[in-house]
């Protein structure tokens, strides 16, 4: 088995062909692994830009990368062609760190080559998750290259983060020391066309009170305290990509504001729901829960409930 890590660095500017916004490619990095995930090639490649020569100075930066240098770059269809050649093996799987770089490249695929897949992939596994899932961090938060180093204690220091070939040999020491053959297996996928509809699907936040993903049973809250049904005493409205409205206990005079948050993913709708006493009710809740010691006779203390 084969394994190729491919890291990228892109340039944010305006396409005039798509009017919109386009990340493109400047510079492509990527290891090759064997079986015993040994690391035996390398391959490099700085991409001349031709949708925007001027380079964001952020990205200069975060990068280093100067534009003097991708003067001197090649086409970036020629440096997908010598990164198919160098890959060799049709079923290399191809990791990036999160599904962000495989998209960008999928992008510059689409705009530049007019591919709607890209062309050197055909199994792909998400190095993120498959550490994310190892180290049993969970998904809520995405962890960075720099910071799985950290955690594993690789040493960085040598490399430079945020060039392509160096975060992609960052990348390869993670996966190496991650690598557990049956869990990865399960993160393996066929790049089919399956594959690309989940890619490329854009997740959305249900904006709308009366869409039918709102069920009646999201807009239903019951008391922390006392369990009761609460009563909805404003109406509801969208704030900060979530419904948003008042409730108020009719047992304990409890005030609360429930937040309603339903997203479309790929595999269907998702529903968070969070209720949140108001302010004075928290300092109500921690004035009674306050309790005083003090001292009586013969060291005895007296706790007292304010």
Known sequence: MTYIIIDLEWNGAYARRTRGYFNEIIEIGAVKMDDSLQLVDSFHAVIRPVVSRKLSSIVQDLTGIEEEELEDGMPFSRAVSQLRKWITDPEAVIMTWSTTDLIVMLENCRYFLREEHIPFMNRYADLQACFQNRMGTGSAQQISLGKACEMLEISDQELDLHRALDDSILSGKIFAKIYEAKSFEHQTFYADSEFYRRL???????????????????????????NRMLNRIGEWRFRNRAFCADFLCRGCNRKYTARVQIKLKYSGAETNRTLIPHAEEIAEKESKALICKMPLFGGITKILST
């Open 200 to 226: 490329t699907f854009k997740v959305s936040v249900v904006n709308d009170i009366s869409s039918e993903h709102v069920k009646i049973s999201d807009l239903r809250f019951s008391c922390e305290d006392c």
